[in-house]
T-cell receptor, first 113, second 109 residues
Framework: EAGVAQSPRYKIIEKRQSVAFWCNPI?????LYWYQQILGQGPKLLIQ????????DSQLPKDRFSAERLKGVDSTLKIQPAKLEDSAVYLC???????????FGAGTRLSVL | GIQVEQSPPDLILQEGANSTLRCNFS?????LQWFHQNPWGQLINLFY???GTKQNGRLSATTVATERYSLLYISSSQTTDSGVYFC???????????FGKGITLSVRP
């Protein structure tokens, strides 16, 4: 069974530029999560989808971050414009249903210069 | 929200030694997962253990939900066990995982 796929693996941009990350969850998983992991800390949730609807986006900086999950499968996370403090690893996770075990992708490491 | 504390923050072992990693949480949990984050940043699922005891090879885990803690045991440690170990929980109110700060394990040959 294929795992959670994310791309790109690495991205370097300058502040005020925009960037987008892509996630393809495990087939059949209805719930999809985006987490942000800053160096030296544990991951923190940005947004959670159930199928193509948003369940929780309370920690998403909506003035610069946006996310969508069209058709309830793939998801994209966008940052526009990026700030230095957005440098982090962005992890996508999926689960069969909301309280089931979560499986994580390899992450996208973003450096904002 | 729920608080998750892991201890010790850092651990250095000689290859072959055993260790115990602890996770305390401040409220009732619906789910508890242990992860190993390898040097490339990948979060590897070790255990899904909201209660009880599970074993997988040299690793085992115990969660005592009524006392709000979980333990991860590593026996006969190997250099490949090095990395950061995270405990993460969710509650009945929200399925997002809340992570501890992690335990950095270094196993020396």
């Amino acid at each position: 069974e294929a795992g959670v796929a994310q791309s790109p693996r690495y991205k370097i941009i300058e502040k005020r530029q925009s960037v987008a990350f892509w996630c393809n969850p495990i087939s059949g998983h209805a719930t999809l999560y985006w987490y942000q992991q800053i160096l030296g800390q544990g991951p923190k949730l940005l947004i959670q989808f159930q199928n193509n609807g948003v369940v929780d986006d309370s920690q998403l900086p909506k003035d610069r971050f946006s996310a969508e999950r069209l058709k309830g499968v793939d998801s994209t996370l966008k940052i526009q414009p990026a700030k230095l403090e957005d440098s982090a690893v962005y992890l996508c996770a999926s689960s069969v249903a909301r309280w089931d075990i979560q499986y994580f992708g390899a992450g996208t490491r973003l450096s904002v210069l | 929200g729920i608080q998750v504390e892991q201890s010790p923050p850092d651990l250095i072992l000689q290859e072959g030694a055993n260790s115990t990693l602890r996770c305390n949480f401040s409220d009732s949990v619906n789910n508890l997962q242990w992860f190993h984050q390898n040097p490339w940043g990948q979060l590897i699922n070790l255990f899904y253990i909201p209660s009880g005891t599970k074993q997988n090879g040299r690793l085992s885990a115990t969660t005592v939900a009524t006392e709000r803690y979980s333990l991860l045991y590593i026996s006969s440690s190997q250099t490949t066990d090095s990395g950061v170990y995270f405990c993460a929980v969710n509650t009945g109110a929200n399925s997002k995982l809340t992570f501890g700060k992690g335990i950095t394990l270094s196993v020396r040959p």
